[in-house]
């Protein structure tokens, strides 16, 4: 949307990037410099808030910063505009972070919990630096309203629909396409089907790799990081998607539906914006083995029901082109109002910055 932009990002690795992306001017911060900070760039969270407040954006007029860690804390010129497309306040140090600690152990246990109490007082004061939010789903505009008191439009991410094509089933598998960490809940699909005897395939690489990879019985395969090519294929032989998470949004279930697959996902979260009951899936109402495979043995009964053709069309209200309808209309709504009509008055009377 915006092919003149300049790009301010920690840790720019250009051959891991697209051209598309190469073809902007890529600003680092001091964290590209650090030791290790191509490979682990997370290990420098603690740093991350210092390094984008040295960012000298003094130049710009519009500022948008793609928001799921701490990336909207930049420092912008007061008659400048900053627009936080936020896909989540970081969920590892607000709603998962007892989640987070059951993973850590020793001195990174207690390391967390100090950075986690010292983040989160900064996280939630740097949002009063934000002109405006715009959340991904309304699961998210909900936690930014929670953590920041701030209220924020949603705009649901661009999906490439074209990219896919509806298609009916050509074998009985099932499908889970995913980055594998704890809460996506890979387990829980696999628990599943290692009960059932169904067929699974799992698409996606990640910490738990081998963890998983040693619940699954035969009837399931991990089959790791796979290229575009062969997800896509994926997605048009599958029977239909599982989607065991609570996700902010969830572009899989999309991309399935596009392809005119169902989508068999937890009751919560983003899925609840996008999977139309009885229409394009069916829900599960508990994260246990037992309400998954009650769910799955409703859509085999259902399944005669389900139309490839009318999955894929209510895909397509989620293509691209309704993200820049929605992102335009903002960014031109806020750039056209006099500086005072931009906010909203609290109750208290203090003056806060709002599209919604």
């Not at 389900?306 to 209510?314: G, P, V």
């Amino acid at each position: 949307m915006f092919p003149g932009a300049d790009i301010f990002t920690h840790v720019y690795v250009p051959e891991r990037i697209s051209e598309e992306i190469r073809s902007h001017r890529v600003h680092t911060t001091f964290v590209q410099k650090l030791p290790g900070a191509r490979r682990h760039h997370q290990w420098f969270l603690p740093v991350m808030p210092i390094a984008l407040e040295q960012v000298d954006l003094r130049d710009y007029d519009l500022v948008i910063s793609s928001e799921s860690g701490p990336a909207k804390g930049v420092i912008v010129r007061p008659d400048a505009i900053h627009l936080c497309y936020c896909h989540s306040p970081m969920r590892y140090i607000w709603d998962l972070y007892q989640e987070h600690l059951r993973y850590l152990r020793g001195p990174g246990r207690m390391a967390m919990r100090l950075i986690a109490h010292y983040m989160r007082m900064w996280d939630a004061e740097s949002a009063r630096r934000v002109s405006a939010f715009v959340a991904n789903s309304r699961f998210v505009a909900q936690r930014v309203r929670a953590y920041y008191q701030r209220e924020a439009q949603v705009v649901h991410p661009p999906v490439d629909i074209g990219a896919f094509s509806p298609s009916e089933p050509k074998d009985d598998e099932y499908l889970v396409v995913s980055q594998l960490v704890p809460y996506k809940r890979i387990d829980l699909a696999i628990a599943a089907f290692n009960r059932s005897g169904r067929k699974l395939t799992v698409i996606g690489e990640g910490a738990l790799l081998d963890d998983l990879r040693a619940l699954a019985r035969p009837n399931v395969r991990l089959v790791g990081w796979q290229p575009f090519e062969v997800i896509r294929e994926q997605y048009a032989r599958c029977r239909a998607l599982i989607f065991p998470g609570l996700e902010d949004f969830g572009i899989v279930p999309v991309e399935a539906m596009a392809s005119g697959k169902p989508v068999i996902a937890y009751r919560g979260g983003g899925a609840l914006e996008t999977v139309v009951e009885g229409r394009t899936g069916v829900f599960f109402d508990e994260q246990s083995p037992d309400s998954l495979n009650r769910a799955i043995g409703d859509f085999e009964r259902k399944s005669p029901q389900f139309s490839a053709a009318a999955i894929a069309e209510h895909a397509r209200r989620f293509d691209r082109s309704a993200f820049v309808r929605g992102i335009n209309a903002i960014v031109e709504r806020i750039t056209k109002a006099p500086r005072t009509e931009r906010y909203l008055e609290d109750s208290d009377g203090e003056r806060r910055w709002s599209v919604a």
